[in-house]
């Protein structure tokens, strides 16, 4: 995936082919960060670029579950992007691509990312968070299934004046901007 942030290009893709301390590796990287051991099934490279000329790059490697990289599991802000990768984000500055923090959010996976107001609703399996641009948790709300549904409907839908959730079993809720469920269906 290629995105453009002011006059940055940044890349970003999956680079399964990584190992941790191996002269083999086709691509080398700057900044390489990653949990305590070494078995990753989640290897997100991010490269940013400016008049073609490549500034930096990264990789972060994650054990957990793979639920791949889509444009909603991403934002890019104030310099920053935040990523969501198995069960938690990181934020990079951009364009070093240094780490400025990266935290676990669910406790199985984040699938999306959504700007809202100054902070960010994360999506994830078991919770959906409200999180500050700093990773703090402001409220959490778990349902009673998880917030995946196979009949495509979405999951989460943010209004004017609630945020509407949609669970595994169609359980339908909806909460303030607090996190306080309003209603239940």
Same mark, same amino acid.
């Given at each position: 995936?290629?995105?453009?942030?002011?006059?940055?290009?940044?890349? /970003?893709?999956? !680079?399964?082919?990584?190992?941790?301390?191996?002269?083999?590796?086709? *691509?080398?990287?700057?900044?390489? =960060?990653?949990?305590?051991?070494?078995?990753? @099934?989640?290897?997100?490279?991010?490269?940013?670029?400016?008049?073609?000329?490549? &500034?930096?790059?990264? &990789?972060?490697?994650?054990?957990?579950?793979?639920?791949?990289?889509?444009?909603? *599991?991403?934002? /890019?802000? !104030?310099?920053?992007?935040?990523?969501?990768? *198995?069960?938690?984000? =990181?934020? #990079?500055?951009?364009?070093?691509?240094?780490? /400025?923090?990266?935290?676990?959010?669910?406790?199985?996976?984040?699938?999306?990312?959504? %700007?809202?107001?100054?902070?960010?609703?994360?999506?994830?399996? #078991?919770?959906?968070?409200? &999180?500050?641009? #700093?990773?703090?948790?402001?409220? *959490?709300?778990?349902? %009673?299934?998880?917030?995946?549904?196979?009949?495509?409907?979405?999951?989460?839908?943010?209004?004017?004046?609630?945020?509407? #959730?949609?669970?595994?079993?169609? @359980?339908?809720?909806? /909460?303030?901007?607090?996190?306080?469920?309003?209603?239940?269906?």
């Amino acid at each position: 995936m290629k995105l453009n942030y002011k006059n940055f290009e940044i890349e /970003i893709f999956n !680079d399964g082919s990584f190992k941790l301390h191996s002269a083999d590796n086709t *691509s080398s990287y700057k900044n390489v =960060y990653y949990s305590d051991n070494d078995d990753f @099934n989640n290897k997100i490279a991010v490269r940013t670029f400016e008049n073609s000329q490549e &500034i930096s790059n990264a &990789i972060i490697c994650e054990n957990g579950t793979t639920n791949g990289l889509t444009e909603n *599991s991403l934002i /890019i802000n !104030d310099n920053k992007i935040w990523i969501c990768i *198995s069960n938690k984000i =990181y934020c #990079l500055e951009i364009p070093s691509l240094k780490l /400025i923090y990266h935290k676990k959010l669910d406790s199985v996976t984040n699938f999306t990312i959504y %700007k809202f107001k100054d902070d960010f609703i994360i999506h994830g399996e #078991l919770e959906i968070f409200r &999180i500050t641009q #700093l990773g703090d948790i402001k409220w *959490s709300f778990s349902g %009673k299934d998880i917030w995946v549904n196979i009949e495509g409907k979405q999951e989460v839908e943010i209004k004017d004046d609630r945020i509407k #959730l949609i669970d595994f079993e169609n @359980n339908e809720y909806e /909460i303030d901007f607090n996190g306080i469920e309003i209603s239940e269906k």
